[in-house]
């Protein structure tokens, strides 16, 4: 089994910022991408970011493009989304995954908890 566990959410002020982990863990963990999605209350589930692991290459939602930031760490094997310029429509729960490539929640196969990110006016 794979596990992800995301951290570093919390309450932030507009304009602040907050960075978020995704850690991996498992004997195996083998994955084409790493991903970041947003679900805010009645809303769907949103993509923000995603990083192809092996090259790094990255690829950010137009709605966090200039502000959001992935990046991924290999001996740790854990990702991460820095998040600067924090507007209160950013308040969601944040959900790492990975598997496979896209901005479609199901081209992923492992997913984390959440963590719950809230940005006041």
């Known amino acids: 089994q794979v596990q992800l566990v995301e951290s570093g959410g919390g309450l932030v002020q507009a304009g602040g910022s907050l960075r978020l982990s995704c850690a991996a863990s498992?004997?195996?963990?083998?994955?084409?991408?790493m991903g970041w999605f947003r679900q805010a209350p009645g809303k769907e589930r949103e993509f923000v970011a995603a990083i192809i692991w092996s090259t790094a290459y990255t690829y950010h939602a137009d709605s966090v493009k200039g502000r959001f930031t992935i990046s991924r760490d290999n001996a740790k094997k854990t990702g991460y989304l820095q998040m600067n310029s924090l507007k209160p429509e950013d308040t969601a729960v944040y959900y790492c995954?990975?598997?496979?490539?896209?901005?479609?929640?199901?081209?992923?196969?492992?997913w984390g908890q959440g963590t719950q990110v809230t940005v006041s006016s």
């Open positions: 995954a990975a598997g496979g490539w896209g901005v479609a929640p199901s081209a992923y196969h492992y």
């Open positions: 498992g004997r195996t963990f083998s994955s084409y991408a």
